[in-house]
């Protein structure tokens, strides 16, 4: 069974920064978008972003285009998410998750596999 282990979720003051990791079991890891949803109390769980199977597309959510960075490092099975100018906003719990489509969804949905989610807290 695959798995998707997030790290480096923390209590961070407005204008802050953090960067999240995710390690992946998924194989070949290449193949799969690797996308960041996060799920704030009382919510549904929202699109972050996606990196692209290959690394060659990327997507954003609006609110977060400009501030956040998905990257990934192939060699290492992990995607990354640099999180810039944070706001008590995206405070939430971050999952990563895995999908092997052809097209890099933004819909929880479409991904089968899932990470347990790192909580991110932005104070004000």
């Known amino acids: 069974q695959a798995q998707l282990v997030e790290s480096g979720g923390g209590l961070v003051q407005a204008g802050g920064s953090l960067r999240l990791s995710c390690a992946a079991s998924v194989r070949p890891f290449g193949d799969y978008n690797m996308a960041w949803f996060r799920q704030a109390p009382g919510k549904e769980r929202d699109f972050v972003a996606v990196?692209?199977?290959?690394?060659?597309?990327?997507n954003y959510a609006d609110s977060v285009k400009g501030r956040f960075t998905i990257s990934r490092d192939n060699a290492k099975s992990t995607v990354y998410l640099q999180m810039n100018s944070l706001k008590p906003e995206d405070t939430a719990v971050y999952y990563c998750?895995?999908?092997?489509?052809?097209?890099?969804?933004?819909?929880?949905?479409?991904?089968?596999?899932w990470g347990q989610g790192t909580q991110v807290t932005v104070s004000s």
């Open positions: 990196s692209s199977w290959g690394g060659g597309t990327t």
């Open positions: 998750a895995a999908s092997r489509t052809i097209i890099p969804y933004t819909t929880p949905v479409k991904y089968n596999y």
